[in-house]
Nanobody, 127 residues
Framework: QMQLVESGGGSVQSGGSLRLSCAASGITDNSACMAWFRQAPGKEREGVASIVSSGSTSYADSVKGRFTISRDNAKNTLYLQMNRLNPGDTAMYYC?????????????????????WGQGTQVTVSS
């Protein structure tokens, strides 16, 4: 089974940047679709960005133009570059994967479409 471990979270001032990483191991499907989600206290987990094997990406409207999702298959690592952060981005960020994924085009990720999850990394943005 796939194991996912996030890193790179922390505290940053509004307008700053962070890069999150998700290291994957135990991979048996090199065509997995990958995504980032986030969840703030008292709120539902929401999809942030996704990427499929074709390279197609998709972003939530709230992060378009500020966040970039990418993957390095040789390193089995997923990234989320976050720029121009604001307090609304404060949340626990989770890496997710969907095995045997055949999607040709990425869409804004939905919770029920992913099989594997990391334990999250906290991002806190202060004004």
């Amino acid at each position: 089974q796939m194991q996912l471990v996030e890193s790179g979270g922390g505290s940053v001032q509004s307008g700053g940047s962070l890069r999150l990483s998700c290291a994957a191991s135990g991979i048996t499907d090199n065509s997995a679709c990958m995504a980032w989600f986030r969840q703030a206290p008292g709120k539902e987990r929401e999809g942030v960005a996704s990427i499929v094997s074709s390279g197609s990406t998709s972003y939530a409207d709230s992060v378009k133009g500020r966040f970039t999702i990418s993957r390095d298959n040789a390193k089995n690592t997923l990234y989320l570059q976050m720029n121009r952060l604001n307090p609304g981005d404060t949340a626990m960020y989770y890496c997710a994967a969907r095995s045997r994924c055949r999607w040709a085009v990425a869409v804004v990720p939905e919770f029920g479409n992913y099989n594997y999850w990391g334990q999250g990394t906290q991002v806190t943005v202060s004004s």
